[in-house]
């Protein structure tokens, strides 16, 4: 287990490697560098660090990690990469797309240097898996807000999944799937008070337009849930990791609001 003190130092280091990894610089001259989600690299480093694997494989598989994470990410946002000129938009748009090919190769050249097949599969079981996630998300005809949210939390945490599950250690699963779902809810929540239309928001309405005045509070329900079984699973799980538990109660109190 890492110590606190280095805790913070490593993290900094990791992201200083990632974005020298997709730093090039034409592609940047056109579209917008992709933000680290220094969460989701929190998590992948502090699962990787428990397990005791060998500090080079803890550092390889969590950059590989976060650069498939940064490909989806990159891919997802084409479509909102609108310049006013239009052959500025048409070649962002190219750029784009081929930004996310970039990332993506980046993290089969890296695990290729550990000779490690096995971890290159779940990670592309896991691209697929997205996929077709965001398929049955974009042609939602869902009936119940569960299943709404279900599809969102498969999307969301489908990396982590593969991961933990590739490693056997459920608890993770639980606790990673949870922290990433909140996440995400509680910046959809954010879009919907501020009328800041998203495609989670947009879909949302669509499905449950007739509920529209419930909508802040149906997810307010889901947080609230949320929350208590992140709090369950870290005290039963992960009560002396203090890395862990100072990083998820900041997420858990960083919307004071409700």
Not at 68 to 82: F, G, I, P, R, W
Not at 238 to 257: P, T, Y
Request: glycine share 0%; proline share 2%; with cysteine.
């Amino acid at each position: 287990m890492i110590l606190l003190q280095d805790f913070e130092v490593k993290i900094a280091e990791l992201k200083e490697l990632i974005q020298t990894r997709i730093s090039y610089p034409f592609i940047n001259k056109y579209i917008e560098t992709p933000i680290i989600d220094e969460d989701r690299l929190i998590l992948l480093y502090l699962i990787f660090d428990d397990l005791q694997l060998p500090s080079r494989e803890v550092e390889r598989y969590t950059i590989t990690s976060m650069l498939v994470q940064m490909a989806l990410d990159t891919h997802e946002t084409v479509s909102n990469s609108v310049p006013q000129e239009k052959s500025d938009r048409l070649t962002s748009r190219q750029l784009t797309v081929l930004a996310g090919d970039y990332y993506s190769s980046l993290y089969y050249y890296l695990l290729a240097d550990i000779d490690d097949i096995n971890f290159i599969r779940i990670l592309a079981e896991a691209i697929k898996d997205i996929n077709e996630n965001k398929i049955i998300f974009y042609q939602s005809d869902a009936k119940q807000f569960e299943t709404f949210i279900h599809t969102v939390e498969l999307i969301e945490c489908a990396v982590f999944r593969k991961i933990t599950g590739f490693f056997q250690i459920p608890s993770w699963n639980e606790l990673t799937s949870k922290v990433l779902l909140l996440k995400r809810l509680l910046l959809e929540r954010e879009n919907l008070i501020t009328n800041n239309n998203s495609l989670f928001i947009d879909t949302m309405r669509k499905l449950f337009m007739e509920q529209e005045s419930n909508l802040l509070n149906m997810m307010d329900t889901y947080i609230r849930d949320i929350e208590k079984a992140i709090e369950t699973n870290l005290m039963t799980n992960f009560k002396s990791n203090s890395v862990l538990s100072q990083r998820v109660n900041a997420l858990l109190h960083s919307n004071n609001s409700r």
